[in-house]
């Protein structure tokens, strides 16, 4: 899409399973130009209710750590949200995905575990570079104010 024209730039959560493939591949087509920081979605361990002990569970790769997975088969997904998809056309026993499944479909699913929200790092990608071999940073950005605000801590010796 950005490399052909049709869109100036592109997001991609950090965490995402292609994310350092794209980043080698189109190194020199698409660059990485900024990065935010979002919450999740409240997220939820969800499992269909005609399961009483879910044997396998369903989750991105990265939030595996979430939750304390022994004993279950885990199922690698592309995202949370095909999490959801794979539970809510019956592919799935249980998922680690959004709470909202389980309480807009209370016939369907219910809650095994909360998790709630988590911070999720996302990548900005564009056509041009920006950083010129240089480190581009955000001189007022809500970290570097808090970094700042912090008083150095002196060691006598």
Do not use: C
């Not at 919450?39 to 939030?63: C, E, F, H, N």
């Amino acid at each position: 899409m950005v490399i052909d024209g049709e869109a100036d730039y592109i997001v991609q959560v950090a965490v995402h399973p292609s994310t350092a493939d794209i980043v080698a591949k189109y190194r020199k087509q698409l660059f990485v130009i900024d990065a935010f920081v979002s919450s999740s979605k409240d997220m939820a361990v969800v499992t269909r209710v005609d399961i009483g002990t879910p044997r396998t569970l369903a989750l991105q790769p990265a939030t595996r750590d979430y939750v304390n997975t022994d004993g279950l088969t885990l199922i690698p997904e592309t995202s949370t949200a095909s999490v959801a998809d794979g539970l809510l056309s019956g592919k799935y026993e249980s998922g680690l995905t959004y709470s909202s499944l389980a309480i807009e479909n209370p016939t369907r699913f219910r809650i095994d575990e909360r998790i709630g929200t988590v911070d999720d790092p996302w990548i900005v990608y564009g056509r041009e570079r920006l950083s010129d071999g240089q480190v581009v940073a955000w001189k007022e950005s809500p970290a570097a104010r808090a970094f700042h605000a912090q008083t150095p801590t002196r060691l006598d010796t």
